[in-house]
């Protein structure tokens, strides 16, 4: 784990700002900036000529994010970003007319609008209500469950309280009454360490721009390898076969495992950058991550207990508990000049419905909660 100078030199943002609105958006590092720089060099020098050197990455990358998240090279799909890989799901299941999936109501929009658009297909939408505390349960989705229930789709750490579902139970529950389960995991990647197969959910969706400190427009799929053929690619497209550049082909069948999902041709600075993020990641040593930024968050709760206010999650169990502290907006917090005050003492945080969410990352330090919380005053 490199020491506090050691990390925040990697971030220039920490030089002038407590930024700590990383699910959000997380800065990008100097060595994922540098990495995307380095593909637009060798465009602008190399043009088309470097085309084997942006395949080798493409691939490397792939491999690299399989193996970041417990998974097989065949089970992951780099993409334009979460929400584009969640429809790779929910468009690609057979739906037959009655069919039923199920999703909380105040779930991140880029999960809940995909499965209530299935509604046009026939499909019935149970929308679980949000519970008071925002504890959702595993219990819920089973007790909404249905003998045409098809689908569960769920964030694995909510944006809003920062809840963190079981996801193996759930996935769990769904296998066993064979029901895909689709888990967002935006919010976890990156601030959590992920093993694909131990969570056992049938795909997993990522995006790059949050707590791995990438570019934005890149995300990823990862769907298990005895769930594939039940998904079934929405559309074809120019990489989405095992010859793309057979062009004399044009009928060929999908290409083998996730790779199939893949339509049209990658964004390569994004590809670029999230390779140097996964290695810094990999470098610093993901539990070390983990332990650091659970840290910040369990300070963020203690100062925000010792000034009085409160937060979500005081009544979840350890194990709920993510490194997004949310706090209520009741009292002086409700000041509709909050924003203002917090980026006047240049503190990054979000404050929004009802709430300001603190989202800490490995670089941040306890000064940053000082100066948090000495703009809240």
């Known amino acids: 784990m490199l020491d506090s100078a050691q990390a925040r030199s990697l971030f220039p943002v920490t030089n002038d700002w407590a930024y700590l609105n990383n699910a959000y958006r997380g800065p990008i590092s100097l060595p994922a900036a540098a990495a995307a720089k380095g593909y637009i060099d060798s465009l602008c020098t190399r043009g ?6 942006w395949e080798r990455i493409w691939e490397d990358t792939h491999s690299e994010f399989a193996a970041f998240i417990g998974a097989a090279r065949d089970e992951v799909q780099l993409l334009a970003n979460a929400t584009d890989a969640l429809t790779r799901v929910t468009l690609g299941i057979d739906w037959q007319p009655g069919d039923h999936a199920i999703v909380y109501l105040r779930d991140y929009p880029g999960v809940v609008r995909p499965v209530l ?33 098809r689908l569960v789709a769920a964030s694995w750490v909510d944006f809003r309280s920062g809840f963190k579902l079981d996801v193996a139970a759930l996935a769990g529950a769904c296998r066993a009454r064979g029901v895909l389960c689709a888990i967002d995991a935006v919010q976890a990647i990156g601030a959590n360490p992920v093993d694909a197969h131990a969570l056992g959910a049938d795909a997993l969706t990522f995006a790059s721009r949050k707590y791995l400190n990438g570019l934005d427009a890149i995300g990823a799929l990862y769907i298990r390898a005895d769930a594939i053929d039940k998904v079934a690619p929405h559309s074809r497209g120019t990489y989405s076969v095992p010859r793309p550049f057979d062009f004399n082909s044009v009928e060929q069948p999908h290409a083998d495992g996730a790779r199939r999902y893949m339509l049209g041709a990658p964004a390569m600075p994004q590809v670029y950058a999230l390779q140097a993020a996964l290695r810094l990641q990999r470098e610093t040593g993901t539990a070390a991550i983990h332990a650091a930024t659970a840290k910040l968050a369990q300070e963020t709760r203690e100062r925000a207990r010792a000034a009085g206010f409160a937060t979500f999650g005081d009544d979840w169990p350890a194990e709920a508990r993510s490194q997004i502290v949310s706090i209520r907006r009741d009292g002086k917090l409700a000041s509709e000049d909050l924003s203002d005050r917090l980026m006047a003492a240049k503190v990054a945080a979000s ?27």
Do not use: C, K
Request: proline share 6%.
């Open 48 to 53: 088309v000529t470097a085309w084997a050197d």
């Open 351 to 377: 404050a929004r419905q009802g709430i300001l969410r603190i989202a800490p990352h490995w670089y941040n330090t306890s000064a940053d909660l000082q100066r948090l919380f000495a703009a809240l005053e």
């Open 117 to 149: 658009d299935l509604v046009r297909r026939g499909v019935q939408v149970t929308t679980l209500p949000e519970p008071e505390n925002g504890q959702r349960s595993v219990r819920s989705f089973v007790d909404a469950f249905t003998p045409r229930t």
